[in-house]
């Protein structure tokens, strides 16, 4: 299995709060992403980082921010959280030469009321 | 958009069985990827695909990247209660195909398996 974690793996949150998540790779990878997975929808993505301090946004970035500082950590922040950013949350990560072939960690159910 | 199709939605075999479902798109891809979800977990990938044509094998899994470069199969010989889960295929988003930056993994929306022992 692939060194990524995240944290919290669980959260509940009111609308209007700040929430940030972590995610935390042993891998040493270049790559890293933030995808959201909705029931219909299926596992959209946020935003990625291709290295530490270069992010790009992908399909459902609004409302969302990211920041990578090391290698090894990728952050999620919700700025003001929404209930429609109600969702299960998953990082992964890929290395060079075989960027598309990402493995994910655990995922973090995050409830805004 | 690209948008990848999945089907089955589901399927509900006894165990034993041989299952195959396929995925498609409206669009060219220079790579397919089968991925399976554990309730509770992230998605595994399962198969990797990067040519036209290519079969490739994972254990009982086997996956064959269309000659079109429109869809994908996944075929799973001798089903077991384990092999229960959800399967999405996976591809590349436009800016991959053309070589832009990373990212952008685009997924179907799953094809849910039920195994009765």
């Known amino acids: ?113 | 958009g690209q948008q990848l199709n999945q089907s089955p939605q589901s399927m509900f075999i006894q165990e034993g069985e041989d299952v195959s479902m396929n995925c498609t798109s409206s669009s060219i891809f220079n790579t397919w990827l089968w991925y399976k979800q554990d309730p509770g977990e992230g998605p595994v990938l399962l198969i990797a695909l990067y040519k036209a044509g290519e079969l490739t094998s994972n254990g009982r899994l086997t996956a064959q990247f269309g000659i079109t470069r429109k869809d994908s199969f996944l075929n799973i010989s001798a089903s077991i209660p384990s092999d229960v889960g959800i399967y999405f295929c996976a591809g590349p988003g436009a800016s991959q195909i053309y070589g832009g930056s990373q990212g952008n993994l685009i997924f179907g929306k799953g094809t849910k398996l039920s195994v009765k022992p």
């Open chain 1, 1 to 113: 299995d692939a060194g990524i974690t995240q944290s919290p793996r669980h959260k509940v949150t009111e609308t209007g709060t700040p929430v940030t998540l972590r995610c935390h790779q042993t891998e040493n990878h270049r790559y890293m992403y933030w995808y959201r997975q909705d029931p219909g929808h299926g596992l959209r993505l946020i935003h990625y980082s291709y290295g530490v301090k270069d992010t790009d946004k992908g399909e459902v970035s609004d409302g969302y921010s990211v920041s990578r500082s090391k290698t090894e950590d990728f952050l999620l922040t919700l700025e003001s959280a929404t209930s429609s950013q109600t969702s299960v949350y998953f990082c992964a990560i890929s290395g060079w030469g075989r960027s598309y072939e990402q493995y994910f960690g655990p995922g973090t159910r995050l409830t805004v009321t």
